[in-house]
């Protein structure tokens, strides 16, 4: 594993980075509001372990639970360059996110993110991305018609029950927005909250679900399964 430094207008920002010797899965790894990827640093060796090449930029802490388009669009940006930095043009990537930084995979596999305020983000889509494992997506951002209809690759999308940030039933929105012919399989997980999906908590932040290691080794299994196949 190592930190290498990335490039984005001149402004210089970090991304971790676990380079297979000969990689089956190039992975983009996109982490929800905290900005710390490495939160997630048991589930990115897993990847690592199992022939996957991955690379997970860091982020300022989101303050507001509202973005702003500007950070938005900056995170998209700076997904897009990590990504070119472990695949060239030719090549097929994958996607796993949480919370926020799913929202902008589904974005960047061709999904169009609308603002409260009626503005619809020109985030670009990376025809690289053929597969998304998604964490408790806030899917507001895709409800206007036809937000969604440009993504017809195979998704698998979980949520937790007691998830109070983003409600399982947002889950309704890719069954109602996905082509028909994209295949989609949503994981509902009982007892667990929206912050149970990272190995390492942030701070101040206690969870309740029960063998919550026990199901992160689990779900590690399952996303390198589906990507398997």
């Known amino acids: 594993m190592a930190r290498i430094a990335l490039h984005d207008n001149g402004v210089t920002f970090e991304a971790t980075l676990l380079e297979a010797p000969d990689p089956v899965c190039k992975v983009l790894f996109a982490v929800g509001s905290g900005g710390n990827p490495e939160r997630h640093l048991?589930?990115?060796?897993?990847?690592?372990?199992?022939?996957?090449?991955?690379?997970?930029?860091?982020?300022?802490?989101?303050?507001?639970?509202?973005?702003?388009?500007?950070?938005?669009?900056?995170?998209?940006?700076?997904?897009?360059?990590?990504?070119?930095?472990?695949?060239?043009?030719?090549?097929?990537?994958?996607?796993?996110?949480?919370?926020?930084?799913?929202?902008?995979?589904?974005?960047?596999?061709?999904?169009?993110?609308?603002?409260?305020?009626?503005?619809?983000?020109?985030?670009?889509?990376?025809?690289?991305?053929?597969?998304?494992?998604?964490?408790?997506?806030?899917?507001?951002?895709?409800?206007a018609p036809g937000a969604l209809g440009s993504v017809p690759i195979p998704i698998q999308a979980w949520a937790g029950t007691l998830d109070a940030l983003t409600p399982p039933t947002q889950g309704e929105i890719l069954k109602r927005g996905l082509p028909a012919e994209a295949p989609l399989k949503l994981h509902l997980i009982e007892g667990a909250g929206h912050f149970s999906f990272m190995n390492s908590l942030p701070p101040h932040v206690s969870d309740s679900m029960p063998n919550r290691e026990a199901f992160l080794a689990d779900l590690a299994k399952d996303i390198c399964s589906f990507f398997k196949t």
């Open 42 to 143: 048991p589930l990115l060796h897993h990847l690592f372990e199992n022939q996957c090449t991955v690379i997970a930029p860091h982020f300022d802490r989101l303050v507001s639970p509202f973005p702003s388009a500007h950070d938005l669009l900056l995170r998209a940006r700076r997904l897009q360059i990590a990504a070119d930095f472990i695949a060239d043009r030719s090549e097929v990537m994958v996607g796993v996110g949480h919370s926020i930084g799913a929202t902008l995979l589904l974005a960047l596999a061709g999904g169009r993110m609308w603002m409260k305020e009626g503005e619809c983000l020109p985030i670009p889509r990376d025809e690289r991305i053929k597969k998304l494992a998604l964490f408790t997506p806030p899917l507001g951002f895709f409800q």
